[in-house]
């Protein structure tokens, strides 16, 4: 566990991706295994991820599982992410392959603390960057 630790204090995972249509910054799943990388190495770990399909009251979720290791103990992680049914310009193994990314980056967020609650995909991102305006009195 104490290697958890360490990792989960060292790791920095910088939002380098940007989105210009609805202009914000965010990390992906690859950019924060690339980050992870030399933190395993240093620390003799491994980190494994894993999908499976889950179908809920009609829909269909993907669940991902990111696990750690050492040579003494391990843990994982779970997210889901639910498939749309449609996404214009996508087939369906895009779409899946869209909530397979999206579950595994918060199963990395979870297992690596790393926090993402003002990520533009949040409720608390839209509060902050579009207040809704305040209304008058009458």
């Not at 999908?51 to 269909?60: I, K, M």
């Not at 994982?76 to 992410?81: I, R, T």
Request: overall charge negative; hydrophobic content about 30%; charged content about 35%.
């Amino acid at each position: 566990m104490k290697k958890l630790i360490a990792i989960q204090q060292e790791l920095i995972a910088p939002k380098d991706k940007y989105n210009s249509f609805g202009k914000y910054s965010y990390r992906s799943a690859e950019g924060i295994m690339e980050a992870l990388k030399p933190l395993l190495e240093k620390y003799e770990c491994l980190v494994t991820l894993s999908d499976g399909v889950e179908v809920r009251d009609g829909w269909h979720y993907v669940r991902a599982t990111a696990t750690f290791k050492d040579r003494e103990w391990s843990c994982q992680v779970e997210a889901f992410a639910r498939e749309e049914e449609v996404k214009k310009g996508m087939d369906a193994s895009q779409i899946t392959g869209t909530a397979s990314s999206y579950a595994r980056k918060y199963a990395l967020n979870g297992l690596f603390l790393i926090d993402d609650t003002k990520d533009a995909d949040t409720d608390e991102y839209h509060e902050e960057t579009n207040p809704e305006p305040k209304k008058e009195r009458s």
